[in-house]
């Protein structure tokens, strides 16, 4: 039927076009998108600023290879920097190259602090990509299985376990603490604001790297351009006061163009010099216009309160449709980073989503139905999410699927 890889479960449909945070299939059926491609349509689907900007560098150049001078590269730097209080950015295709990237770093960082072997602490269903380091550095050991031997110099601890973590970073040959602030793939776990505090406090008096992933959990969907941010205000402290020393970001970055990077500041930044790391379409000029166009429109578009209000409005309205519903254990989530947790595997939902409500959903860690709608949702599409959702998990419950 088809000479691609069978690396993926797809499902029986193809989409024709897009507006905003809707699809059409190639038949003209119309599907409400609540997932935005895990996370990357942060504009959702044809915004005609980002098609605007994307066509006119096309009409430009695409690409000359980073041997030379990138202007839009170092725009978009500089605003990623501003709005972050980090110092510099390398950019990369993805998250897990982005991570790949931060991964290397801390290794350099404690090479020249003379430590042959470092080590990097990593928390349990965390996801940092499929590559062997990121993957690695992944709790996820059905996505690590066949892959053996692994790279070593990761140490792993439970998701948000201090105790754990004081213990860990016992070992002298520690150089950084990798972790998200929301766990994505780990089925929208939060690290809780005091947690985060506590991790900045321990890694600042130890001489080790805080390093956040925030894939999937940066560029507004939180409400905050970045989930640390997120944990910053919810404790009411300045955002400088939680910032890490390592970020990475991709997804949401480009609004589908693929775009990662990798921040560093204090004593994070300069580590990397000249030969130390590299890519050959990282940060090309298609890119960067992406990011830099993603970036302006969620800032003049108010894009950041609202996802902090229709992530509100989404979640206390499946919070009241399930509260008398038990095989709905939670509904969790920070901005449009939702996650409903079931009492049992609920993975068939995806598909009866996609055929009878023509929802586009997605299920993590086997029972936690994840929604990430693009940022640009509008109050009655928000509303339409949850009208379409919980009938289906009202019956699969009930065992009628």
């Not at 409400?32 to 066509?55: K, M, Y």
């Not at 050959?280 to 960067?288: K, R, V, W």
Request: glycine share 10%; aromatic share 6%.
């Amino acid at each position: 039927m088809t000479h691609l890889m069978n690396t993926y479960a797809r499902l029986p449909v193809a989409f024709a076009h897009g507006a905003g945070v809707w699809l059409t299939d190639e038949a003209g059926n119309r599907y409400l998108d609540a997932l935005a491609g895990i996370a990357v349509s942060t504009l959702g689907h044809a915004h005609p600023r980002l098609a605007e900007a994307i066509c006119a560098q096309a009409k430009k150049v695409l690409h000359t290879s980073n041997l030379y001078r990138i202007p839009a590269q170092e725009a978009l730097a500089e605003r990623l920097c501003a709005l972050s209080a980090m110092e510099e950015v390398f950019f990369a295709n993805s998250g897990a190259e982005a991570n790949e990237g931060a991964i290397k770093l801390a290794r350099l960082y404690g090479h020249r602090r003379g430590i042959a072997r470092p080590k990097i602490v990593v928390m349990e269903q965390a996801f940092h990509g499929r590559t062997l380091a990121a993957l690695s550095a992944t709790g996820n050991v059905k996505a690590q299985q066949g892959f053996e031997p692994l790279v070593e110099g990761f140490v792993r601890v439970p998701f948000g376990d201090l105790t754990a973590l004081t213990a860990a970073l016992a070992d002298s040959d520690v150089v950084a603490v990798l972790f998200e602030v929301i766990q994505g793939e780990g089925g929208i776990r939060l690290a809780a604001p005091e947690v985060v505090r506590a991790i900045r406090e321990i890694t600042a008096a130890r001489g080790v790297l805080m390093m956040c992933d925030e894939v999937q959990c940066g560029v507004g969907r939180t409400g905050h351009w970045f989930g640390w941010q997120w944990a910053a205000a919810a404790l009411g402290v300045a955002p400088e006061a939680l910032a890490p020393d390592v970020m990475t970001l991709a997804k949401g970055l480009g609004s589908g163009v693929p775009l990662g990077a990798l921040l560093a500041r204090g004593p994070a930044a300069g580590v990397f010099g000249p030969g130390n790391h590299g890519s050959t379409f990282g940060g090309n000029p298609l890119a960067c216009v992406a990011g830099l166009t993603t970036l302006a429109v969620i800032e003049e578009e108010g894009l950041l309160a609202n996802a902090a209000a229709r992530g509100a409005q989404l979640k206390n309205a499946l919070q009241q449709a399930f509260a008398d519903l038990p095989a709905v254990q939670e509904v969790r989530g920070e901005g449009l980073m939702i996650g409903v947790v079931l009492d049992r595997p609920c993975g068939a939902l995806v598909r009866t989503a996609l055929e009878e409500a023509r929802l586009l959903i997605n299920v993590t860690a086997e029972r936690v139905i994840r929604l990430l709608p693009p940022l640009v949702i509008s109050e009655a599409e928000t509303e339409e999410i949850a009208a379409r959702l919980v009938p289906l998990v009202r019956r699969f419950v009930r065992g009628e699927e």
